[in-house]
Nanobody, 123 residues
C-alpha cells in the first residue's frame, strides 16, 4: 500500500510560481511511476505531468512552465509551477502506480491517489 499526501497549494497571482510536494509512504518509492493530475470545477480530470525512473512527461498545456522531479531518498515528488495562468486553477492530485503502463497520462492506470491540494491563480 502507498499513501500520498500533497502540500504546497495556495493562491497566487498570474505569472507567479508554486511548488507542490507529494510525500509517499512505502519502501519501493523509486520503482513507482508518479504523476500529477488536476481537476478544475466542472471539468474532467486531466493529466499534468509524470516521472518514470529518469524520464519526464508533460501535458502540452504546461510544457515549458512546469517541472516534475523526485527525491527518492525523501520519498517525495515535486511539481514546480512557473508562469502560472488563471486556467491552471484546479485541485491538483498526486498519483502513483507500480506498473509500467505505456500510457502514463491515463488516470485509470494509477492505483494510488492523494487527497488533492487547491491551486488558485488570480488574474
Amino acid at each position: 500500500q502507498v499513501q500520498l499526501v500533497e502540500s504546497g497549494g495556495g493562491l497566487v497571482q498570474a505569472g507567479g510560481s508554486l511548488r507542490l510536494s507529494c510525500a509517499a509512504s512505502g519502501r519501493t518509492f523509486s520503482r513507482y511511476t508518479m504523476g500529477w493530475f488536476r481537476q478544475a470545477p466542472g471539468k474532467e480530470r486531466e493529466f499534468v505531468a509524470a516521472i518514470r525512473y529518469g524520464s519526464t512527461y508533460y501535458a502540452d498545456s504546461v510544457k515549458g512552465r512546469f517541472t516534475i522531479s523526485r527525491d527518492n531518498a525523501k520519498n517525495t515528488v515535486y511539481l514546480q509551477m512557473n508562469t502560472l495562468k488563471p486556467e491552471d486553477t484546479a485541485v491538483y492530485y498526486c498519483a502513483a502506480t507500480g506498473f509500467d503502463y505505456p500510457n502514463y497520462a491515463l488516470g485509470e492506470n494509477y492505483g494510488y491517489w492523494g487527497q488533492g491540494t487547491q491551486v488558485t491563480v488570480s488574474s
